[in-house]
T-cell receptor
């Protein structure tokens, strides 16, 4: 299947700083990408839908000013966690849609805020 | 609205035994259904998916699942468990069209395989 690359794989940051996570579709163009969050020992929850060239659509309860999503090209979406706090520590994972019936996940990013 | 319920947060089987992981869904539109596996500290790997057509879906590593609309179920099975199957499994549902890929996940089932 197609490849979605997520970077970095893990990151440790200090409380109050911002962290940017990249999600790239390497061999296809993705007009739509999705961002999920997985807390330890929990399931994955959709945070937002990222559409190329337009504003992201956030799920209920997700702060759009804290989790900034930019989808400026057909192969790249970024998630920036602003003013990170320890409670933002989580596993963030993106997926990219390739056509009407295919979507592929990145390998995820483990964020630890200290 | 869509939701997924996985019955049993933990399932334990012996090596060589049948694996059965249960998944029930709720969807107001025809569902697309998925099973993913996640190994510790790793991303998700797609095992299989149902979109349209044949209701019995075969996936990788000997897994299969059957879509039963009348029971709103999509249970995952494997005839003979291997030690390497020990992992967490997630069932997920998506809509079609512009909603495709927007997944709602179940709570996950941790599969333990005993020698």
């Amino acid at each position: 299947g197609a490849v979605v690359s997520q970077h970095p794989s893990w990151v440790i940051c200090k409380s109050g700083t911002s962290v940017k996570i990249e999600c790239r579709s390497l061999d296809f163009q993705a007009t739509t990408m999705f961002w999920y969050r997985q807390f330890p020992k929990q399931s994955l929850m959709l945070m937002a839908t990222s559409n190329e060239g337009s504003k992201a659509t956030y799920e209920q309860g997700v702060e759009k000013d804290k989790f900034l999503i930019n989808h400026a090209s057909l192969t790249l979406s970024t998630l920036t966690v602003t003013s990170a706090h320890p409670e933002d520590s989580s596993f963030y994972i993106c997926s990219a849609r390739d056509g009407p019936t295919e979507a592929f996940f990145g390998q995820g990013t483990r964020l630890t805020v200290v | 609205a869509q939701s997924v319920t996985q019955l049993g947060s933990h399932v334990s089987v012996s090596e060589g035994a049948l694996v059965l992981l249960r998944c029930n869904y709720s969807s107001s539109v025809p569902p697309y259904l998925f099973w993913y596996v996640q190994y510790p500290n790793q991303g998700l790997q797609l095992l299989l998916k149902y979109t349209t057509g044949a209701t019995l879906v075969k996936g990788i590593n000997g897994f299969e699942a059957e879509f039963k609309k009348s029971e709103t179920s999509f249970h995952l099975t494997k005839p003979s468990a291997h030690m390497s199957d020990a992992a967490e499994y997630f069932c997920a549902v998506s809509g079609a069209g512009t909603s495709y890929g927007k997944l709602t996940f179940g709570q996950g089932t941790i599969l333990t395989v005993h020698p």
